[in-house]
């Protein structure tokens, strides 16, 4: 996770510092070769998505239609956050701020359709610190 956002705040400080007078299409160019790089550097939504609902499966025994729903809302979060990703090393509170709106999204996608078992485990699953070797991670920070 250290070496995307060394490699975003590498990236965007190149992009700004060659571009001394941007224009709102070369500031929506440099967003776009951000996630770019965000994607090459391992935020790859659709894995990112399959290990992360490997793991909840595991975890919290979904059923065939809540894995199907499960997967939709964690790739519509994973989806939004690779927008807002290159604001984490440019500007940490907008992200921050942007981050727990996705995330209470993801909780009112995610609620109706785990039981509050599962929620509450869910909850539980919460790493105590942003683990780069836990995919759930990608979930909470």
């Known amino acids: 996770m250290k070496k995307i956002f060394l490699i975003l705040t590498i990236t965007m400080g190149i992009v700004f510092g060659a571009n001394a007078q941007i224009s709102s299409g070369t500031l929506q160019n440099a967003a776009k070769k951000a996630t ?3 994607s090459a550097s391992g935020f ?3 894995s990112l998505s399959s290990g992360i609902l490997s793991k ?3 975890k919290l025994k979904l059923t065939p239609d809540q894995k199907t729903k499960v997967l939709s809302a964690v790739t519509s979060f994973l ?24 995330t209470q999204k993801l909780s009112t996608k995610l609620k109706p359709v785990l039981t509050a078992s599962q929620y509450t485990k869910f909850l539980g699953l919460k790493p105590a610190t942003n683990d780069a070797n836990n995919v759930l991670s990608q979930l909470f920070y």
């Open 79 to 102: 989806q939004d956050k690779s927008g807002i990703i290159a604001s984490a090393t440019t500007n940490k509170n907008q992200y921050v701020a942007k981050l727990a709106k996705l």
């Open 44 to 46: 790859d939504v659709n």
């Open 36 to 38: 770019s790089v965000a």
């Open 56 to 58: 909840l499966n595991t």
